[in-house]
């Protein structure tokens, strides 16, 4: 029984190492949660603004900036608050946050990211404001696709909704606030819930 | 017929659990770092090296010496051989659990 109990022991191990060697395991649901709060209260100010301007027309290229600032400060906050999380549960769980794994994923989702802002930055140079929240969520999409390989699995569902959501969006741009807020606020709440659920709240010291 | 002795099939080489645990890394990433492999598994720079050797002379896994700046980053992937011995000693593992149940 008891050398039964070591094989048990030793297979356990050997699966132990090789997901935590290959994946990143540390990846915070809570900080994804926080992250899609961030980006809803995001879009509801966008929303507030657009009507705002609706009613009182002034500049539209003052509205367009101020857009653009209050976009790149979410894109920021959310981005901060994935990794302080993260950041505090690989603490808690004891495994490097600057590990192999938090390596390549980061790598694997950088690359198309920065490869697909060139081209959001021409969208946005060519003042095809209506293609913004599509090409984002598809960017988004595609590099969270290429991410999940060195994570959970759940992240794949994530990317496949971004990217569908992106791509519906292409045909109704009218409601592209919407998918964004959709896309970014509703989705990663989703996937932050079953993060925490399925992985973070079993977490032992 | 007598079943032949399923131990007989257990490597000796993985009796090591530093061992079993560098190549069940090594099994999964394409190549891994002396350095993260030191973190992982929570060992000593001597330790690891030595078993690291025992390894590299059994031809379970390669060596790829390079450098990061000045500093050296050596890198380790798993031998064709490494791999084979690795699944067998993995599955004689499983089925003397099975046949233990």
Known sequence: ?205 | MTEPNPIKNLNKIFDHRLRLGIMSILAVNKTYSFNDLKDLLQVTDGNLASHIKILEENNYLSVIKGFIGRKPNTLYAITREGKDALKQHIETLAKLIDTMD
């Open chain 1, 1 to 205: 029984m008891d050398k039964q109990y070591k094989k048990i022991t030793e297979l356990d191990a050997i699966r132990k190492l090789m997901e935590r060697s290959s994946t990143c395991i540390g990846l915070s649901g809570l900080g994804g949660v926080l992250a899609g709060v961030l980006a809803l209260v995001g879009a509801s100010l966008a929303y507030h603004w657009i009507e705002d301007f609706k009613e009182n027309t002034y500049a539209v290229e003052a509205l367009q900036q101020k857009l653009l600032l209050l976009g790149a400060a979410i894109f920021a906050g959310a981005l901060l608050c994935v990794l302080f999380f993260s950041y505090r549960r690989s603490k808690k769980i004891r495994i490097p946050f600057w590990n192999s794994a938090t390596r390549r994923l980061f790598i694997s989702i950088a690359v198309p990211f920065i490869a697909g802002s060139f081209i959001f930055l021409w969208v946005l140079n060519n003042q095809f404001y209506f293609l913004l929240p599509a090409v984002s969520l598809i960017i988004y999409g595609i590099a969270i696709f290429c991410g999940s390989y060195y994570t959970t699995n759940e992240s794949r569902y994530l990317a496949f909704a971004e990217m569908i959501l992106g791509c519906i969006t292409i045909w109704q741009p009218a409601y592209g606030l919407l998918f964004l807020a959709t896309g970014f606020g509703v989705l990663h709440i989703l996937y932050g819930v079953v993060i925490w659920f399925r992985y973070e709240r079993k977490d032992v010291r």
